[in-house]
């Protein structure tokens, strides 16, 4: 935990921002970085030290060779446990505790510290250990992975808050038992004002790459990285003389990744040691794009990394080679270049293209600064964490209720039932033609804000292609929009599926619309009353005009509902939808297949 150490900064850049807000943090860490495999701080079995930002740090010997071998990784993690719970039963005024994964063990005594001293346990997800592993092949053993889904579920029911970094992550949570009330996401980000440096004017030269364009991995080397992809990439990219790769970091799989280039005959790429993370900011403003990578497992399409952040705040370009929650990230902001996980060609067909057209690199950038500055920014992430801690000390004043009235959820699941019983033959009918017509997935799964905004997937019929411009850049929404999908948006038959929403307790029937989770830091304090209640299938902004009013309209209406919410109220609008669909009433603006993003009215902070 140190931006002198190379790897992430979250933990370390957040305890800064509280500390500064007056509280006291004290971070228990391990003498060993799990990157480089150095010790750090002071010597002894115990240290102390005093950072910069204010916070103590107290370390506690842990096994050091944690890159020998996994055992050895084992043996580091079960040090650390012991050693870290010890330490931390002799901390005075404690009023929250928070434990970190992965891995999990971690946690596990984290947990165990704030059942000791009668506080509530913060349970952050940074990864989905032990699926991850077991998805990698790391862990096999059949009693290991018992013990790691134990061990995850009752940490996921224990936790007073599980607080996952991207919300990818919130489904798999939910499924193992975690609570939805008690789930909030404080994602990862960036402290994008430590990108405004200029470029260090010495890496070029050392390296021996001045007059090349430099694409740049920087981060954790370890298998999960599929470093191989971007070396078979590579190899496709000899022949250009004017591009270098550089693959900076370190981690267990180095050794084997410079011995893999080397038989390959790579004299394009170029290895180089990690650096600290205070050093990595004029380290990327002196490159031209940026790579991000991950094998192509199911779980790595929920993941935020935090490189990715780190990329776009230095107005770089990216090119991902990772599907899923940080595509929607990347592709919003417009900071970058999607390319398929584990597809070499693909991979080194982006670099080329970017490589040629140092517009786009200079605009991509530029887009991507923008949108991590305004949306990511970790002072945004720290107001949040503040909130969700002063929430949970002793004391302090719980948050409401959902609002609504009594039996509101037993007639949602009730009318949701007998709904999707009665349209079942018109649920098939649009599943074939969606499928036949635009083709697989059926289901267009979004994650989106539900009540008190917490997030949730919202299932609905797919309306939309997935095609792209020249630039690999998702085309505008009308152009997007098929023939079918016009179709079903007009009668709002691609919202049907949302009735399963409705019996899982994410939506009401009647309700605010829920949207995307980044609005979330765009509302007032008077607009962020909307999420006092479930999101609804339909709402009263629905049936007062839908898209052919403003943002503003509709959050006036939302803020009204929620102010007057009753069972004559949601009758009134259900039946006015019924109208509304069948006159197709307010469905759009003319020429527009959907609104247009909605940016916020709410004051920048200083």
């Known amino acids: 935990l140190s931006s002198g150490e190379s790897g992430g900064t979250r933990h370390e850049e957040l305890a800064r921002y509280l500390t500064a807000r007056g509280h006291q943090v004290v971070v228990v860490a391990g003498q060993t970085s799990y990157l480089t495999g150095r010790k750090m701080g002071p010597a002894g079995m115990v240290s102390k030290e005093r950072t910069q930002g204010g916070f103590e740090i107290i370390r506690c010997a842990t096994h050091s060779k944690i890159h020998r071998s996994f055992a050895d990784r084992l043996a580091a993690f079960f040090t650390f446990v012991l050693g870290s719970f010890l330490v931390s039963l002799w901390i005075r005024n404690v009023d929250v505790v928070w434990g970190t994964s ?55 029911r224990s936790a007073d808050l599980v607080m996952p970094n991207s919300p990818g992550y919130v489904p798999h949570i939910v499924q193992r038992g975690g609570d939805e009330a008690r789930i909030q996401v404080v994602p990862n980000g960036v402290d994008v004002r430590a990108f405004d440096v200029p470029p260090d004017p010495g890496f070029r030269h050392r390296l021996g790459l001045e007059n090349k364009i430099i694409a740049l991995y920087s981060g954790a080397l370890g298998y999960a990285n599929d470093l191989e992809t971007l070396l078979e990439a590579s190899k496709q990219l000899v022949s250009r003389r004017d591009i270098a790769v550089v693959i900076l970091g370190d981690g267990k799989e180095r050794h084997r990744l410079q011995r893999q280039a080397e038989d390959m005959g790579l004299s394009n790429v170029v290895f180089a040691s990690a650096r600290p993370k205070s050093e990595m900011a004029p380290i990327l403003a002196s490159v031209d794009i940026c790579v991000a990578t991950l094998r192509d497992i199911p779980l790595f399409a929920t993941p935020y990394p935090n490189k990715v952040f780190d990329y776009m705040a230095a107005g770089k370009p990216v090119v991902l080679a990772i599907d899923g929650a940080i595509r929607e990230v990347v592709e919003a902001a417009g900071g970058g270049v999607f390319s398929p996980p584990g597809d070499a060609e693909a991979l080194a067909a982006t670099i080329a293209r970017l490589a040629d057209d140092g517009e786009l690199r200079q605009h991509m950038g530029a887009s991507g600064r923008g949108y991590v500055a305004q949306y990511f920014d970790r002072r945004l992430q720290g107001e949040m964490l503040e909130r969700l801690l002063q929430e949970l000390a002793p004391g302090a004043a719980r948050p409401e209720k959902i609002r609504g009235y009594p039996g509101k959820r037993s007639t949602d699941v009730l009318l949701a039932t007998v709904a999707l019983i009665l349209c079942s033959p018109l649920l098939v009918l649009t599943a074939a033609s969606v499928w036949l017509f635009i083709g697989r997935p059926v289901i267009y799964r979004q994650t989106r804000a539900g009540a008190f905004g917490r997030p949730f997937q919202l299932l609905k019929f797919r309306s939309m292609t997935e095609a792209f411009d020249e630039e690999g850049r998702p085309l505008p929404d009308d152009r997007r929009l098929t023939r079918l999908g016009r179709r079903l948006r007009a009668w709002s038959l691609d919202e049907l599926p949302e009735l399963v929403n409705v019996l899982r307790g994410d939506m009401s029937l009647v309700g605010p619309r829920p949207l995307v989770i980044r609005y979330l830091d765009r509302y007032s304090s008077e607009q962020m009353r909307r999420h006092h209640a479930r999101p609804g299938i339909t709402g009263l902004s629905q049936v007062s005009g839908r898209n052919a009013i403003s943002w503003e309209e509709k959050f006036k209406l939302d803020v009204w509902y929620v102010n007057h919410i009753s069972p004559w109220l949601d009758a009134r609008i259900l039946m006015r939808t019924l109208l509304a669909i069948a006159r197709r009433h307010g469905v759009s603006q003319p020429g527009q297949a959907t609104m247009e993003e909605f940016l916020g009215n709410r004051p920048t902070s200083q």
């Open 102 to 156: 992965p891995p999990l063990f971690q946690a596990g005594s984290a947990l165990a510290v704030a059942r000791l001293k009668r506080v509530p346990f913060v349970f952050e997800v940074r990864d989905l250990w032990p699926d991850f592993a077991i998805q990698l092949g790391v862990l096999k053993h059949p009693a290991g992975i018992r013990f790691g889904h134990w061990l995850e579920r009752l940490l996921y």
